[in-house]
């Protein structure tokens, strides 16, 4: 009952925040810019995606749900930033803690179990050519959208059940901007080593599992690329790879370091500095990175652009 009591009446207070106005002016719009650059970009793609038949494939199918996703990733928590940074009280409640932390975590599993998807495309693509019309049927690509997502919310589910059934008697401040999972199981009481093995393993089925399927794509295609005799063919093969594992290495970099450690190892400052990579650098650089190194998107966005800046010349006149 006393546990009972010390959950339900638990409000977090977000420690991360400066305290001086100037600081928290110049962190609000740092965000804010950084944020508005995340949703544009994003939006951009999808609807160069959305609006070019020629874009209408299996690999931009899965690229213009990344995006979505990256979107509904960072709306999740950056809004929630902004208004706390406004307010006085840097506090967050126990409900909407867990719920940020669910929908957080569990958008951030589909994420790296859509670049696991994306990573069997180009196998497919690039290992079985002839089969991949066959392969990569629309149903099949929707199904596996879909189980990224279902995957990802059931870990997340899991996750937030193994951190927030334990008791929060023995703190209330968050060494956080926003409710991650290595900071608020600091401030759990009674800890079992049950109940870290659990944390860690949903961190591997999250985070290694994708991780390794996107390795096991690679080394197929690796071993098909070397058996291609002509430098150029090599090239243009891995050249539909390379803004996918940029994504990979600065998705996975940063995870692997947040999630998958014992939790004995927790730097706050060191988090609060990597949570800001991963919560806004990294949404905010995939756009950039599909858009430069990949001349279809770049056509179809100018040709958005385009379209939009000749309707409202044609409205003004």
């Given amino acids: ?26 962190l609000f719009l740092g965000i804010s810019l950084v944020y508005a650059i995340i949703t544009t970009g994003n939006v951009l ?4 995606i959305w609006g070019d038949r020629h874009l209408h494939t299996p690999m931009y199918f899965f690229l213009g749900t990344l995006s979505l996703v990256e979107l509904c990733y960072t709306a999740v928590v950056v809004p929630q930033m902004l208004i706390t940074c406004l307010q006085e009280r840097k506090f967050i409640t126990f409900m909407r803690c867990s719920t940020q932390m669910f929908f957080f975590i569990g958008l951030g599993s589909a994420d790296c179990f859509l670049l696991a998807v994306m990573a069997y495309d180009r196998y497919v693509a690039i290992c079985q050519p002839l089969l991949y019309t066959l392969v990569m049927t629309q149903k099949l690509c929707i199904q596996l959208v879909a189980a990224s997502l279902l995957i990802g919310f059931l870990i997340s589910l899991m996750l937030v059940g193994l951190v927030f059934h334990l008791p929060f008697c023995g703190g209330h401040g968050i060494e956080h901007f926003f409710c991650d999972v290595p900071p608020v199981l600091q401030l759990t009481t009674n800890k079992t080593r049950l109940d870290e093995v659990g944390v860690f393993l949903s961190g591997i089925l999250a985070i290694a599992v994708p991780f390794i399927l996107i390795c096991t794509s690679y080394l197929f295609i690796t071993v098909t690329v070397l058996q291609i005799h002509s430098a150029d063919g090599r090239q243009k093969t891995l050249s539909t790879c390379t803004s996918h594992l940029s994504v990979v290495a600065l998705q996975y970099g940063c995870c692997s370091f947040m999630y998958l450690r014992p939790s004995s ?19 905010l650089l995939n756009p950039i990175i599909y858009t430069l190194r990949n001349r279809e998107v770049k056509a179809a966005l100018r040709k958005v652009i385009g379209n939009h800046i000749f309707r409202r010349k044609s409205v003004c006149h």
Avoid: R, W
């Fill in 1 to 26: 009952m006393h546990q009972e009591n010390c959950t339900a009446l638990l409000a977090f207070i977000l420690l991360a925040f400066p305290t001086q106005p100037e600081l928290e002016v110049l």
């Fill in 265 to 283: 190892s927790f730097s706050p400052k060191q988090d609060q500095i990597l949570s800001m990579v991963y919560t806004l650098g990294t949404p």
């Fill in 45 to 48: 793609i999808m609807l160069a």
